[in-house]
């Protein structure tokens, strides 16, 4: 199952940008940071950006995608 980021039809033509997101997660029971790529799926791994470099949890227990600053 792979998490997208809808876009409502107010935003079309942002198709071509990334975006990050803050959600609840209801399996952790706290607001997170997710990133999405310009197709709206949603990412994981490593990330660098603005000169800081971020990992985006890739283990499928609750956590998957979360923003963690290292």
Not at 11 to 35: D, I, L, M
Not at 50 to 56: A, K, P
């Amino acid at each position: 199952m792979e998490w997208k980021n809808r876009r409502s039809s107010s935003s079309a033509g942002s198709s071509s940008k990334r975006s990050k997101k803050v959600f609840h997660n209801t399996y952790t029971n706290r607001n997170a940071w997710f990133k999405f790529d310009k197709d709206g799926a949603m990412e994981t791994g490593w990330v660098h950006e603005n000169g800081t470099d971020y990992y985006l949890s890739e283990i499928s227990d609750g956590s998957l995608g979360e923003w963690i600053k290292k």
